[in-house]
């Protein structure tokens, strides 16, 4: 059986897209309900952070616990990646010793020149171009409030950043209309915009944006790797932040979203994550359990 990697929400078809939603939510609930699954008994899922993190290393490394496998962290400084060995040749050594890689990092490219060269599988856990593990738990999330997001229109309010490119390819996989509202000069590349043109469209005005839309999203005005430009970026947003009020013109079932960390005061008000239509605990926690899902679905068909 060939190796199967998960780069982008495009590397599964829409039918193991949903599946996999639907074992997330299943996950969940025996989780929830104190049975145990140990698919993954004896199985080590390698971890390399590149880029700090809180709810990607948790939530890996519990669901690799709760799966009946393990984790293993490694970081550039504790690592020969910190001194140069070439990516290739980390992801040759690692497949003699674990089942699966997990990755976080900077460039998109050299994730896929690691998977290139993997044997087993290599799970894209946040790059500069994509996300697709977030959007995992988003879509989880909507579907346990919502249903499905079949037909649905999504608005997402901020940068053209790896969450914005993550969401225009779930608006593909996903059968969903996608607003993207941002200030000139943040745009998606002009490529992604195009080649999904009959699912995106390109929105200035945010009142226009979210009007009558089921699902608004953001994320931070500055990704990490942007801080030196982060007084501009506050000026260019200023007119983006998203509050209860600009909710209110959202359809009346509205759910909002934020990946996290939120940067309260800027891309939202102080009090939308308070706000009834916020469920971005709940998206945090299901990373956990879309994760559970997908290490399952990329590991245990291994043997």
Same mark, same amino acid.
């Given at each position: ?12 078809? *829409? ?16 989780? #929830? ?32 616990? +709760? ?38 990092? $900077?460039?998109? &490219? ?6 290139a060269y993997s044997s087993v599988p ?17 879509? &989880?999330?909507? /579907? ?5 997001? +079949? ?15 993550? $969401? ?8 969903? +209309? ?33 009007? #009558?839309?089921?699902? /608004? ?8 790797? #942007?801080?030196?430009? &982060? ?12 509050? *209860? ?36 605990? &709940? ?21």
């Open positions: 059986m060939s190796v199967r990697h998960f780069l982008t929400l495009t590397d599964l078809s *829409p039918q193991e897209l949903e599946r996999l939603i639907q074992r997330a939510i299943e996950l969940k609930r025996r989780h #929830q309900a104190g049975l145990i699954d140990e698919p993954l008994k004896n199985k080590v899922l390698a971890m390399i952070f590149e880029k700090s993190s809180t709810r990607t290393r948790v939530s890996f490394e519990a669901g690799m616990i +709760q799966l009946g496998g393990g984790a293993i962290f490694l970081s550039p400084r504790d690592t020969q990646l910190g001194r140069g060995e070439p990516i290739e040749d980390t992801g040759r050594v690692l497949s003699e010793m674990v089942d699966a890689i997990m990755v976080r990092t $900077y460039s998109h &490219q050299e994730l896929e020149k690691l998977a290599v799970i894209n856990a946040l790059t500069d171009d994509y996300h697709p593990c977030q959007l995992l738990a988003d879509v &989880q999330t909507f /579907v346990e409030n919502r249903g499905s997001l +079949q037909g649905k229109t999504v608005t997402w309010i901020g940068d053209g950043n790896n969450m914005c490119n993550s $969401y225009i390819k779930a608006a593909r996989q996903f059968d969903f +209309q996608l607003r993207i509202c941002c200030p000139e000069g943040y745009e998606p590349a002009a490529s992604l915009l195009e080649e999904h043109a009959d699912r995106v469209t390109l929105v200035r005005d945010p009142r226009e944006a979210v009007d #009558q839309v089921h699902l /608004v999203s953001t994320d931070v005005w500055a990704s990490m790797g #942007q801080e030196e430009e &982060q007084a501009k970026r506050k000026r260019d947003f200023a007119g983006y932040q998203v509050s *209860p009020a600009l909710m209110n013109l959202a359809a009346k079932d509205a759910l909002f979203m934020h990946c996290l960390p939120a940067h309260r005061g800027e891309e939202i008000s102080h009090d939308m994550l308070d706000d009834d239509r916020a469920v971005v605990w &709940q998206e945090a926690g299901n990373r956990l359990h879309a994760q559970k899902a997908l290490l399952e679905f990329l590991m245990a068909r291994r043997g």
